[in-house]
């Protein structure tokens, strides 16, 4: 299982709200960086600054940030662990992880603690802004590109035998779709593929968040793994 018992019910800021961000990273600098980008667009605030784990899981709770962003690598408290704190303490906040892809061995780990996606410390910063907003709003939660080698780097892993999840309730089609979030396909990639209206990829997509109690469409790429439904993928 992705989570133990079902997901919180997130709160996603209304058309036109401010997104209220904290930020997580034991470099000053980074938090800098960010923070001068993330203040001067219109429609984000950054509430708040940790340098630890244990801080962003109590600045969190203090300030109700609808997105936090963390790194993994922190003293004392990581970020894996004040992810899982987070997520799992019932906060709406979305989690993303900044983390250096290519050399973090913790990326499954910080799934399964509950984060919505990734950022790459060397993302342009226009890319990062992007990121906070469809991570608010609940959208597409992770960079095509990003999603692919994340799911490169399951399909690396040893397979789990017999499967630890079992796919009750979800349909055919359902059963489509989801193979085809694990090969990192987007909505409208989706609706292609399976000849079908973008309005009807995304209920779909919705319905299996639903049944599967997944927070997001990361833990369905989890979810699809864990089933046994996912395939090899496709190189990038």
């Known amino acids: 299982m992705v989570t133990d018992g079902p997901p919180p019910v997130l709160h996603r800021p209304g058309p036109g709200a401010t997104i209220r961000v904290l ?3 034991d470099q000053p600098l980074v938090r800098a960086g960010l923070n001068a ?5 219109t429609g984000i605030d950054v509430v708040g600054e940790a340098g630890t784990g244990a801080e962003a899981v109590r600045l969190t709770r ?18 894996l662990d004040a992810t899982r704190m987070i997520t799992g303490g019932g906060s709406p906040a979305a989690v993303l992880i900044l983390t250096t892809f290519d050399t973090d061995d913790n990326v499954y780990r910080a799934l399964r603690a509950g984060a919505s996606g990734f950022l790459v410390k060397d993302m342009v910063l226009d890319d990062i802004v992007a990121a906070v907003r469809v991570v608010a709003t609940g959208d597409a939660l992770i960079a095509p ?6 799911i490169a780097e399951f399909a690396g892993r040893p397979e789990p035998s017999p499967p630890s999840r079992t796919l009750t309730g979800v349909t055919d089609r359902e059963r489509e ?5 694990a090969r990192g396909r987007t ?14 990829a995304k209920a779909h997509v919705a319905s299996l968040l639903s049944k599967l109690g997944a927070r997001d469409r990361v833990q369905l790429v989890i979810i699809a793994y864990e089933s046994g439904l996912a395939g090899r993928p496709e190189p990038p």
Do not use: F, K, Q, Y
């Open 62 to 79: 203090e300030l109700r940030p609808d997105v936090v962003v963390m790194d993994i690598r922190m003293p004392g408290m990581d970020g």
């Open 187 to 200: 909505n409208t990639e989706i609706a292609a593929d399976l000849l079908i209206s973008l309005g009807t």
């Open 177 to 181: 779709v989801l193979a085809l979030i």
């Open 145 to 150: 590109g990003v999603t692919r080698r994340l």
């Open 37 to 41: 980008v993330l203040t001067d667009t």
């Open 23 to 25: 930020l997580a990273d």
